[in-house]
């Protein structure tokens, strides 16, 4: 069953994959409300530029192609949301597998925009 809500969530995934692979965190961007909260391991960011900056940061360097396995997104009310993610990152030279990273992500969705962003590891 689809949702307004899990439709952003959808569409902010497919955009942050593709980010990733190309750096154009242009679609990323336009679906973040301009408040956005970022919740990492490591700390926690505010706003849409320090959100983009985060996950131009963890792109992978040009050796590298990336591939996600993806589980389904969960409701969890209210607009919250929550979703378990593998990234296969293959060596560009070789095509082997060179490592993967296993990432749960939590997306609260508020007037059509993410408004929460958290990402564990999982």
């Known amino acids: 069953m689809s949702t307004p809500d899990l439709d952003i969530a959808q569409q902010f995934q497919a955009a942050a994959e593709d980010a990733l692979r190309t750096g154009d965190f242009e679609p990323v ?3 973040l409300a ?4 970022c919740v990492m391991p490591q700390h926690t960011l ?3 530029d320090a959100l983009i900056g985060e996950l131009s940061r963890v792109r ?5 192609d990336v591939e ?4 389904d997104w969960k409701p969890h ?3 919250r949301f929550s979703c ?4 296969l990152y293959r060596s560009q030279v070789s095509d082997d597998l060179s490592y993967s990273r296993d990432r749960s992500f ?4 508020r007037d059509r925009k993410v408004s929460r962003f958290e990402m564990r590891f999982a």
């Open 68 to 71: 996600f396995e993806n589980g």
């Open 106 to 109: 939590a997306l609260t969705v």
């Open 77 to 79: 009310g209210k607009g």
């Open 84 to 87: 378990e993610i593998r990234a």
């Open 34 to 37: 301009p408040d956005v909260e």
């Open 29 to 31: 961007a336009a679906l």
């Open 60 to 64: 992978p360097t040009e050796r590298f």
């Open 46 to 48: 505010q706003g849409v």
